[in-house]
């Protein structure tokens, strides 16, 4: 089946550190791949995407690469600052489950100033 | 602006009722969803709807109901067979037209228990 994993968090950073949050995702086929935020009590938005291998999605001053050999996604940040402060959730969509995303479970940023 | 609205952003619940949550699109998308978010756990998928007038049951349906009169509107009932219904609700819509599966998200609606 298709699964999405992230690292776990907390992630403590401090203001200007570089940010990796790592994910892995298992899936039959070519699947579509996502990276959404989640500010303290809001809803999620959609922060980057990738369709295709070697695909790089960037928002913001992050960024995100398609890996199929390594199948991973992992989304980096040269230089965080306080407002990432944020819930972030790797995605993806494959054409066998429809229009639905599979979620990863979501890592905690907190960035100190 | 287009988007996707939710309403109220707090609800309150007494024993034995039944609530309703609102959402509406303007972004002209076929499917709708709804999910559950309990507190520093990740999405669940409740209901979802790929056209107006079909919807079918996502992973944790049971004491929820909804309907998909109009393209723009999914409204989630929560009805009182659902016995643990604190928690944040999501609702989002896609295009399924365009291939890459990606969902726009409300605000969403906090259901809390009086």
Known sequence: GNSVTQMEGPVTLSEEAFLTINCTYTATGYPSLFWYVQYPGEGLQLLLKATKADDKGSNKGFEATYRKETTSFHLEKGSVQVSDSAVYFCALSAMEYGNKLVFGAGTILRVKS | ?114
């Not at chain 2, 309403?7 to 039944?18: A, I, V």
């Not at chain 2, 972004?27 to 559950?36: G, I, K, V």
């Not at chain 2, 004491?63 to 659902?82: C, D, H, M, N, W």
């Not at chain 2, 969902?103 to 906090?110: A, L, S």
């Open chain 2, 1 to 114: 602006d287009g988007g996707i609205t939710q309403s109220p952003k707090y609800l309150f619940r007494k024993e034995g009722q039944n609530v309703t949550l609102s959402c509406e699109q303007n972004l002209n998308h076929d499917a709708m969803y709804w999910y559950r978010q309990d507190p520093g756990q990740g999405l669940r998928l409740i209901y979802y709807s790929q056209i107006v007038n079909d919807f079918q049951k996502g992973d944790i349906a049971e004491g929820y109901s909804v309907s998909r009169e109009k393209k723009e509107s999914f409204p989630l009932t929560v009805t009182s067979a659902q016995k643990n219904p604190t928690a944040f609700y999501l609702c989002a819509s896609s295009a399924p037209g365009q291939g890459n599966g990606a969902q726009y998200f409300g605000p969403g609606t906090r259901l809390l228990v009086l």
